[in-house]
């Protein structure tokens, strides 16, 4: 961690943030992700965060945090230029596939009635030429992470969850934003994004994902395994190094610091180890001998 200038501006943004993060917990309340017990506002942060992580700024990322307000929530865009301004407005509606003619009707729960799923994604598609490029990284973003959990419940589940569209069609949208989005987004994210959007697709094909590696290529090693029956026994090293926690260590003059190093010493049983603290700061033990000691050795003569 490091400081940067602390002035008026950074303090208003961050202000703004917290309070988008503060109306999406609002908004999204009761909402969980598709198919699990997953707050949604899971996915909402670590949009917002990856927007930072990626090279956004603080105003995308409280666009990011609220980038499905519009079509998951009873706030229109209207609503959001009013709350947090015209800057996130302008993002937030950059973000989101539904048209304000979509949503004029209510269905009886009070959600908003969308469009037809390809009609949607079409007419997103269209939108995406034209896309400006502070939005593009929320989007791609938001894309991103829902790669990252499908990708994850297809290696480990073997199975992701069930969506109305397709996965011919859903597969389609994948390469078509893809494609929209390059030029666009920084390198590296699109770099992160091509990867994800490629394993998915691999795994998606795959009789059994589980048995690949997690970019979705062969595994040598089988792929992932999960844990069966009880769990293993800790190996003796820990319960070793739980038994020199609670012992009484005697101070001996056999560590030599080797010289210019900090994380190296030798005994003079001839092992040259890595410092393992043992209780407490300043405090060893030899890997090979066993020999304990604590304080600050002598440096070797170079």
């Not at 015209?86 to 969308?114: H, M, N, Q, Y």
């Not at 598609?125 to 790669?147: E, R, S, Y």
């Not at 043992?278 to 440096?299: D, H, I, M, Q, Y």
Request: proline letters at 6%; charged letters at 25%; one cysteine or more.
């Amino acid at each position: 961690m490091q400081l940067q200038p602390l002035t008026k501006q950074l303090e208003d943004d961050h202000e703004a943030l917290a309070f988008a993060v503060k109306l999406a917990c609002r908004n999204h309340t009761a909402q969980v992700r598709k198919g699990t017990k997953i707050p949604y506002l899971s996915h909402l942060l670590q949009v917002a965060g990856m927007v930072l992580e990626y090279g956004g700024t603080l105003t995308q990322a409280a666009a990011g945090v609220l980038h499905d307000v519009i079509e998951d929530t009873t706030l229109d865009i209207d609503d959001v230029r009013l709350l947090c301004g015209p800057e996130v407005a302008k993002l937030v509606a950059a973000c989101t596939d539904t048209d304000p003619s979509d949503s004029a009707e209510r269905s009886e729960t009070g959600e908003k009635i969308k469009a037809p799923w390809r009609t949607r994604k079409e007419r997103y598609l269209t939108a995406l030429q034209t896309i400006d490029p502070a939005a593009a990284l929320i989007v791609g973003c938001d894309k991103l992470h829902n790669l990252n959990c499908q990708n994850a419940d297809l290696w480990h589940e073997g199975k992701t969850v069930e969506f109305n569209a397709s996965l011919a069609d859903r597969m389609w949208l994948a390469e078509a934003t893809l494609a929209a989005l390059c030029g666009l987004i920084p390198e590296r994210l699109l770099a992160d994004l091509t990867a994800a959007t490629h394993a998915w697709m691999r795994l998606q094909e795959a009789d059994d994902p589980r048995v690949l590696n997690r970019d979705g290529r062969p595994s040598k090693k089988g792929g992932f395994t999960p844990p069966t029956g009880p769990a293993e026994p800790r190996p003796a090293y820990f319960e070793e190094r739980r038994a020199l926690e609670s012992a009484e260590l005697e101070t001996t003059d056999r560590m030599i610091k080797l010289p210019g190093s900090e994380n190296h010493f030798r005994c003079d049983c001839g092992c040259n180890v890595f410092r393992h603290p043992v209780g407490f700061p300043l405090a060893f033990v030899c890997n090979s001998c066993k020999a304990r000691w604590t304080g600050e050795p002598p440096v070797e003569e170079s």
